[in-house]
T-cell receptor, first 115, second 119 residues
Framework: AQKITQTQPGMFVQEKEAVTLDCTYDTSDQSYGLFWYKQPSSGEMIFLIYQGSYDEQNATEGRYSLNFQKARKSANLVISASQLGDSAMYFCAMRGASGYSTLTFGKGTMLLVSP | NAGVMQNPRHLVRRRGQEARLRCSPMKGHSHVYWYRQLPEEGLKFMVYLQKENIIDESGMPKERFSAEFPKEGPSILRIQQVVRGDSAAYFC?????????????????FGPGTRLTVL
């Protein structure tokens, strides 16, 4: 079984600052993938970034980067230079070989970016 | 390039009625997943389908819920005799065929969701 834990129910950051959203995971699979999704107030789920368990480099996509620490089973999302439009819920999710077809989600972190 | 489409976006039903939720996957995607999001919760997997085949329905409630993905047309999630506890957002996602092993990039892309309210 897989489990995702997001311990921060809410985070506040000022515009243009960087912010880190925490995610830890638990799995017995050797091969797995980690994902971050953004859910703005409009409700859709937007894919942000992917990290494979065998990837040696941390994933980056524009202002998003994933701080992957495999030994600690953490996959924190770093947003650099926050923008007002970054205000949203952020979900960490994973897929492993045992449930290879499905995503297991954390409960999410609400990020609020202030001017 | 259209993304995953879901309709309706909002659906209101009275207790005991049926709800039908539709999902059209992204072009080129043959695999569809349904997830449910209860208020202030993350998404929970319900069912995974490919055309004319249910691959994994381990997250589906045993009664009243069914899903299909016919050869032609959208995937349908059907809830019979809805109850208030069925009120939630239902998301559909699609992907290319998943692969095992390292380096997966068969990301699931989500539709905008259907918000079901049961009165």
């Amino acid at each position: 079984a897989q489990k995702i834990t997001q311990t921060q129910p809410g985070m506040f950051v000022q515009e243009k600052e960087a912010v880190t959203l925490d995610c830890t995971y638990d799995t017995s699979d050797q091969s797995y993938g980690l994902f971050w999704y953004k859910q703005p107030s409009s409700g859709e789920m937007i894919f942000l970034i992917y990290q494979g368990s065998y990837d040696e480099q941390n994933a980056t996509e524009g202002r998003y980067s994933l701080n992957f620490q495999k030994a600690r089973k953490s996959a924190n999302l770093v947003i650099s230079a926050s923008q007002l439009g970054d205000s949203a819920m952020y979900f960490c999710a994973m897929r492993g070989a045992s449930g290879y077809s499905t995503l297991t989600f954390g409960k999410g972190t609400m990020l609020l970016v202030s001017p | 390039n259209a993304g995953v489409m879901q309709n309706p976006r909002h659906l209101v039903r009275r207790r005991g009625q049926e709800a039908r939720l539709r999902c059209s996957p992204m072009k080129g995607h043959s695999h569809v997943y349904w997830y449910r999001q209860l208020p202030e919760e993350g998404l929970k997997f319900m069912v995974y389908l490919q055309k004319e085949n249910i691959i994994d329905e381990s997250g589906m409630p045993k009664e009243r819920f069914s899903a299909e993905f016919p050869k032609e047309g959208p995937s349908i999630l059907r809830i019979q005799q809805v109850v208030r506890g069925d009120s939630a957002a239902y998301f559909c996602a699609s992907s290319f065929p998943p692969s095992r092993g390292p380096g997966w990039t068969d990301t699931q892309y989500f539709g905008p969701g259907t918000r079901l309210t049961v009165l």
